[in-house]
């Protein structure tokens, strides 16, 4: 935490405020700005490839966090039961109390729904990756 304030307050905050100094002077975007001075021309690419690659992530977290607000407007949690669409033999419901004999492999229904049905996780990477799901894309 340290370094990361020290670089933030050194290195992070003043390039930010050059950069819209510079940008506001010049009439220039974030990459073009940094034109002026042909050695920095990698800041520019650099920053543009970081606030895309923020934007790509917390599109994703975005997209199941609408998801699960929509499915919490049905009667019963979908997470809550374990269907037997998404769920397997380990599947143990979280709405209710239940004693299990082998509880070292036991996932929870909502643990199921997470990992099973939003993000549609395989096993292993020999699987593929899989196509792009149409309810998180939407």
Partial sequence: LIPYLIVLTFIGRPLYFMELALGQFSSYGGVKTWKIVPAFKGVGFGQTFGAW?????YCSLMAITVFYF???FSYVLPWSVCDPAWSNDLCVDSSGN???SNISNAQS???QYFYNYVLNHYETIDDGIGLPDWRLAI
């Fill in 109 to 111: 229904s909502s643990e």
């Fill in 98 to 100: 239940f004693s299990i």
């Fill in 53 to 57: 690659a923020i934007v790509t992530y």
């Fill in 70 to 72: 929509v499915q919490s």
